[in-house]
């Protein structure tokens, strides 16, 4: 998607802080971070939200790559949080599919 900034950020077009690449997937740190540790890990290609996948290999890759940059930043012992916000009342803000990777602090529950 040619006006799609997660897109931007995937192909290089849009620098971005990267932590982990690979064919089908990109991680980059968010802007905005909500914990000192926030990454998004994203499908290089372009998923509205979650509600739009239609290949099933796309939530292996996606999971599978949260959870090896976890082990790769230590993150198990003091454990982490991934979320994947969906449309407006689930508070989703950038219509390409992305999931949060938090960690670093005591996250609250039940969210905001
Ligand atoms: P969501 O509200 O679930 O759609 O999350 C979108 C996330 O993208 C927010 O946490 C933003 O801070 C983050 N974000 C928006 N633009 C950028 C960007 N250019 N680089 C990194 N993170 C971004």
């Known amino acids: 998607m ?3 900034i997660f897109c931007k950020i995937a192909s290089g077009e849009i620098p971005s802080d990267f932590v982990y690449e690979d064919e089908n997937v990109a991680a980059f740190r968010d802007l905005n971070p909500q914990a000192p540790v926030h990454i998004l890990v994203i499908p290089k290609k ?9 290949d099933s290999s796309v939530w292996s890759s996606l999971m599978n790559s949260a ?3 976890a082990r790769d930043f230590g993150l198990e012992k003091n454990g982490y949080r991934m979320v994947i916000n969906t449309g407006e009342q689930g508070g989703q803000s950038v219509p390409h599919l992305h999931l949060h990777l938090l960690a670093g ?5 039940p969210p905001g």
């Open 67 to 69: 959870v090896k940059i």
């Open 46 to 54: 372009h998923y509205a939200s979650s509600a739009a996948v239609d």
């Open 105 to 109: 602090r005591n996250l609250g529950w």
């Open 2 to 4: 040619s006006d799609c």
